[in-house]
């Protein structure tokens, strides 16, 4: 697995929007700003500003965004401005070979987890879950969120992942494991059985996160990876945020917490990590060899 070089002061990266547009069009222009007072130089795609429907731009456009963004020597570094839906629209139109002959620093997460999982997997390259730029909640990301974040952007992103204070974590199934990090969005994840991308837990730790989906929805498609082997393939698991995912009716629901512990884990498994649609939130290398240890409560990427 290879890790693409940091970024460096001076550097050009790519401003995409893969999936949903911003929604506000002076969204695009703070993470342009964000960009520039970070040292870079940013580069706009053609989806950055496009929009057709719910999508930033048809999927031929938000493609070769994509393809352009790994071709194009100019460019270091890529980031995603939001997630929302579209990438796996536009999964048989990547040229994986072109990003794999020229791996570069990914950011994003959400929707994005599709494209992690791809790059991970077909090009064998590390890519970065990560806050994107173009949002709402990032306009005022806290300290934690914006260091945890630059550690990835600027650094190897190796060493103790913490969370932030006030936030505890808990190990529902003790142990040690070692493993590559995968995973993302829970949607996603089980949106990608039965497909060329697919994702693949044998010896990995993975990590899920959802936002604004009942819990019964949750239920389903935990139990959708569950069936498919994928908690039983795994080193590991990481549980994230899971946020706003509440019942319209609590008093006729089970709560997140019941439904995973119904999934009988047998594999080390924290849950509570600060990571996903909130913030303050961590951000993640995945692809890098991570380890869970119960017995010295620590989640730490190794490599």
């Known amino acids: 697995m290879i890790r693409p070089k940091i970024l460096k002061n001076g550097d050009g990266v790519a401003l995409i929007a893969p999936s949903t547009p911003p929604e506000m069009p002076h969204l695009v222009d703070f993470a342009v700003d964000f960009a520039k007072s970070l040292g870079f130089r940013p580069i706009l795609g053609e989806s950055a500003r496009a929009t057709y429907g719910y999508l930033a731009g048809d999927d031929d456009l938000r493609a070769d965004d994509v393809n352009w963004a790994f071709e194009n020597p100019e460019i270091a570094g890529i980031f995603c401005l939001r997630g929302g839906y579209g990438i796996q629209r ?113 010896g990995k730790i993975l990590f899920i996160e959802e936002v604004e989906e009942e819990p019964y929805k949750v239920d389903r498609m935990l139990n959708q990876l569950r069936l498919a082997g994928k908690f039983a393939d795994c080193a590991g698991v990481v549980f994230g945020d899971f946020a706003d995912c509440l019942a319209k009716d609590p008093d006729k629901s089970l709560e997140i917490p019941e439904i995973i512990a119904n999934l009988e884990l047998t594999v080390p498994t924290m849950t509570g990590f600060r990571c996903g649609h909130c913030y303050p939130t961590a951000s993640l290398p995945m692809g890098a060899f991570a380890r869970l240890s119960s017995a010295a409560n620590k989640f730490e990427v190794l490599e």
């Not at 990003?99 to 590390?126: E, M």
């Open 90 to 202: 536009i999964l048989d139109k990547i040229d994986f070979e072109k990003a794999a002959a020229n791996p570069k620093p990914f950011f994003g997460y959400s929707d994005v987890t599709a494209l992690h999982t791809a790059f991970n997997q077909k090009c064998g390259f590390i890519t970065y879950h990560t806050p994107m730029l173009a949002t709402p909640g990032f306009v005022r990301a806290d300290g934690y969120t914006l260091d945890k974040f630059a550690r990835q952007m600027f650094g190897t992103g190796t060493g103790e992942l913490r969370n932030p204070e006030s936030f505890n974590w808990d190990f529902l199934v003790g142990g040690t494991a070692i493993g590559r990090l995968c995973g993302g969005n829970l949607a996603i994840l089980a949106s990608s059985l039965g497909t060329d991308f697919e994702i693949d837990t044998r």
